[in-house]
């Protein structure tokens, strides 16, 4: 029988109902292991992501560190939690249990270099937040880049509209600055952005059919009840369902066959009136071979049915 390769993961997120779901998805997946979880502001301040991922992590009893990192964005001022997509406590104003342990004493950054220089070329580090944490590491110690093995980032918009502005989708928009010094890093990168996450749908459906004798499902029930609400109000073309955009960045880091993807050189403006945060993806020249991955299509049917299987919704 074939042995399952088993791929070495640190997940960066802002916990957040879709990071919510990404966690359980990833902790619970046989074919990950996640050597950490570094948390930033972006859905929330960084003390309540902080306080959400080691809650979510204690209802799947996962003892995983978690290592809390950026306060706010690199150069800029940060401009507050998204508390229409993810309430007031970033996870949709569900009940949220204290959690048991409190984070690592040491710093995300600092956490990520020793994982990073212990383990040359062995970790992914899949970012589901602004890209903060990671923009500091390589200003903190450019050596480190070539030893990561890739990023898989939830963020950016190639030749779809943005989500915080027309060309703007939140991860990047939050730390313009940041995305473009790691977009210009070198670093192996696969961008999963809302071409393919909008395609990567949650249904009510999909909610009833959640396996509500686990740990965590009352908890995400309510919160992704708000979740899909506000997607219902803000966006007439989503009624009944939601993106869960960033399990889709943790499933393609588990099966990068799950998205087709094209080569493309792409920069991050940060420097414009309208267009700040837009990722400007250069297809003028076709597919470059040391471009950024950015995926552009995906199986979803295939997706969902790794998701539901993860996360413990019954098959429709
Ligand atoms: C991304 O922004 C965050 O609000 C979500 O958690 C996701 O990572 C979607 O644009
Ligand atoms: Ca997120």
Redesign the pocket.
Known sequence: MAKTSVRRIILD???????AWALIYALRAPTLDVLGITTGF??ADVDTTTRNTLAVTDLLQSRVPVYRGAVKPLCRPWDGP?TS??GVNGLGNASVPDPLRPPENTEAVDFLHQVLTALPHEVTIVT??RLTNIARLLLYDPHVAPLISRLVI??GAAFVPG??TPVA???IW?DPEAADLVFQSGIPITMVG?DV?HRARLTWDDLDRLDSSLPYAAMMRDATAFYLKAYERDHPEMQGWC?I??PL?VAVAEDPSLVAVRRYPVRVEHAGRWTTGMTVVDARMGEQPHGIEVALDLNAPAFLHRFWDRVGIAPA
Do not use: F, K, R, S
Request: hydrophobic share 35%; no cysteine.
């Open positions: 997120v802002d916990t957040g109902i879709d990071d972006g859905n998204v997509y993810h589901l937040a939830m963020g989500n915080v989708e939140a991860n939050g809302l996450t993106p955009h960033d960045a």
